[in-house]
């Protein structure tokens, strides 16, 4: 037959077998379908006895299409090793196309045990490339001695390979897009639980079984430190069936080095390989659990190592993190809420009482005594004129002691210096006055919103208090300035530290104080290494002075 003739018709016969793979290609079909197709076409164009379709699986192809020239499949699933010199050896080096026309073509004893073993006589194969990198191999083999592959044909059989390589893109795609759209909605049904202020548990709940679902793990957990080095308790937890349970409140140390303790220490979502003394070999991925700009903990997911988390598993997992953070952000801020207006009530209740104390025993008294003096001096005036002087300069000594005492007392509730010279005069003022000496760094506006003064006066007044009752510090230091729209205030001692915020009703109502303006509120006091009181307040909580 003319030459010619015969390569136009086999240029013929591939284009239509590309055509009919093309056609389930961009049809859909299942990876396992397009592979038998691809398969059966390479046996049946390139005239061989044997096909296949193999992926590449670390050290391992796993054989996903086979043909037989008799009919046969059964090498579908087969996981063999490539090492040594074989046609699949060759290709996964190369990336490239390669053929074998002869057991004399082979360098190693291992490649010639191979060929014996399958009774082969020369092949053919091609890499299946998917992004830049070899995903699997397809191979054509004959069986009959001195029956080499035409030339080219290992070129030509990289055009099926390349369909192969569109297929598992396309599987792919369809898989990231129902994995995403089921991300997607697991998310919303949790984000409507927390819009809703649903209970924390049943939050966590939900975010830790949704997680354990969307990611095929066999465990999930929420843990965070408590005291203890390198040991976390467990908040909320699931587990899968058959899958020994977590109890939410266990202790246990995670492995050094592991995910979950590298996001404890760097709050950065990551993944590792790690050894669970329940569960062996393990992947492991966690992320972040942040509220307020600190680090609360790890949501952290596990399975088997032979099952390993997909790359960019981690960083989905943050979505979930985020989800229970918010959550508990939510009760926090309703338990701080329901807190301040406790305090903020009881505050007021001590406030009325002291005021009433301090006028009862106060200017209240010396007025009363006043007025008598006032009733004895009517009634000595015409009697005994020298009495009533002397009861007339008494009442007098009494109304100036009077009022003195209710000026302090308005002192006390709003400073008038603070109305009518500013923070900064205020602030020299407490400094002045203090019961250690006290640096000032201050870098203010002339006047500033007066709700916004009047919390920084009550920061550093308070805090200025309470290292003179009890820091036992030799000084301290107050910064104030104005940065863009807010006022920093800082109030840093040298003393003993170790106070706590919850510990006295002065604190927690500045806390009250600063945050009812938007603002921040902090108290750093390691023991041993002096206390930090520092505040942010925006400029914009309220209209400065007209």
Known sequence: ??????????????????????????????????????????????EAERANTMRLDGDHLRVIGSWHADGSSEAVGLVLAFGGDT???????????????????????FGRQRWAE??????????????????????????????????????????????????????????????????????????????????????LDEVTSEAGRLFGASAV???????????????????????????PGSRYHPQPGGATLTVLETGTATQSEEESPERGPCSVIAAPVITKASLLGALTASRPSDDAFRSGAAVRLRSFADLAAQSIANERAQAELRASRARIVRTADETRRRLERDLHDGAQQRLVALSLALRMAESAL????????????DATRELTVALEELREIARGIHPAILT??????????LAERAAVPVELDLELEDRLPETVEAA???????????????AQSSRATVRARSDGDV???????????????????????????????????GLDSPPGEGTRVWARIPLSATQPYG
């Open 420 to 429: 009518g010279r500013g923070l900064r005069a205020a602030l020299e003022a």
């Open 118 to 203: 399958f009774g082969l006589q020369a092949s053919i194969g091609a890499p299946i490339v998917v992004d830049g990198a070899v995903w699997g191999v397809v191979t054509a083999s004959r069986t009959q001695p001195g029956d080499p592959f035409p030339p080219g044909a290992e070129v030509r059989l990289r055009d099926f390979a390349a369909l192969i390589a569109q297929a598992v893109v396309n599987v792919e795609a369809r898989r990231e897009m129902a994995e995403l759209v089921d991300e997607q909605s697991a998310l919303r049904r949790i984000a409507t639980l927390v819009a809703g202020g649903r209970p924390q548990a049943e939050v």
């Open 87 to 109: 046609i699949s050896a060759r290709v996964v080096a190369t990336s490239a196309p390669a053929r074998i026309d002869s057991a004399a073509d082979l360098q190693t004893e």
């Open 221 to 247: 957990t929420l843990v965070q430190w408590q005291g203890v080095q390198d040991e976390v308790v467990v908040i909320a937890s699931w587990t899968a069936e058959g899958t020994a349970p977590i109890e």
């Open 456 to 470: 920084g006066y009550y920061v550093v007044s308070e805090s200025l208090t309470n290292v003179a009752k009890h």
């Open 382 to 393: 015409d009697d005994d004129p020298g009495r009533t002087r002397e009861l007339l300069a």
């Open 487 to 521: 006022v920093q205030i800082e109030v840093v001692d040298d003393g003993v530290g170790g106070a706590d915020a919850d510990g006295g009703s002065g604190i927690r109502g500045l806390g009250d104080r600063v945050e009812a303006l938007g603002g921040r509120f």
């Open 1 to 46: 037959m003319d030459p010619a003739l015969v390569e136009g018709t086999r240029a013929a016969d591939q284009q239509a077998a590309l055509l009919r793979v093309a056609t389930l290609v961009a049809e859909g079909a299942p990876e396992a379908v397009i592979a038998a197709a691809v398969t059966s076409e390479i046996g049946l164009l390139f």
